[in-house]
């Protein structure tokens, strides 16, 4: 079996927990290869990675990765997705973060989880990507994301407009700090801190949500995940922030761009005792009011 890991700088508590999968693994006469960005991590640290073949993109370079095993937080996982893409290779999150929506197993149950994983004892749950267009290749070429795409004025000073067309129809101007095009997964991140809506992961929809929007009247939108979202943006600074999860690059304001599902999806491997009601419960502590 070929495994591949990726994750963020070891904090305190972190070391010990790749040691024990690094372990695992190796007894197990496991296959290891290592993304470029956590080889470097593991450089500055008393873990031997040196010998392990490393990756910088799955889905370009196929080296047969049965499983890929992300550890961090959320972001992190976000950044797990983008090196598998179109491979769809299943994606277990280990989380050594705070809210752990996406990365679920625990730090206590970390040993099972990836003696799950090596037994074959495993299920995934697809969850749907959004993809962006321009003009100009977006992203290296990975112009795809598991949470949001987001349109953000570049400076603090002035808002943008964002123009926005639906199955090439005219829908509104957001006058705004900014616009986030969601998918369900990414409806509990940055577009819920927004004000927009939680939506089950397996529905099929994207959640258009007004960053600051200077119209009071505007609310978020849910349209279907079939749809076409056309952008033209107006800024003064002749310039704006794009971001697709936590990438970002900036853009001038003569580019269109074009949003909408990748023909393709992200597979997490999940476990049969967590569910998605159950993450909300306990991560937005739903159902904790005094009165129960």
Known sequence: M???LHGKPLTDGVS????EIFKILNDSQTDIFISEAFKK????????????????????????????????GDGTLLNTVAFTGPSEIPILG?????????????????KDAVENVLKGNWQTECRMLVQAECQ?????????????????KQDTSSMITVHTYLNGEFLN???????????PTGSTGYSLSCGGPVVMPASHNLILTPVSPHNLNVRPLVVSDQSEITLKVETRSHYYLVS?????????ASANITIKKAPFQARLIVSNDISFVDTLRKKLNWGYDVRN
């Open 94 to 110: 280990i989380n050594t973060g705070r809210l752990g929506f996406l990365a679920t197993s625990t730090r206590q149950k970390v």
């Open 41 to 72: 991590h593991l450089s500055g640290s008393d873990i031997e990675a040196s010998q392990f073949p490393e990756f910088n993109n799955l889905f370009k370079n196929d080296q047969g990765i049965d499983v890929l095993i992300s550890i961090g």
């Open 136 to 152: 100009r290749q977006l992203f290296d070429g990975m112009n795809f994301g598991l949470n949001e795409f987001s349109v953000l």
């Open 16 to 19: 010990d927990l790749v040691k």
């Open 244 to 252: 697709l999860d936590s990438r970002s690059e900036v853009l001038d």
């Open 173 to 183: 101007s957001y006058w705004s700090d900014g616009l986030i095009i969601s998918t």
């Open 2 to 4: 070929k495994i591949a």
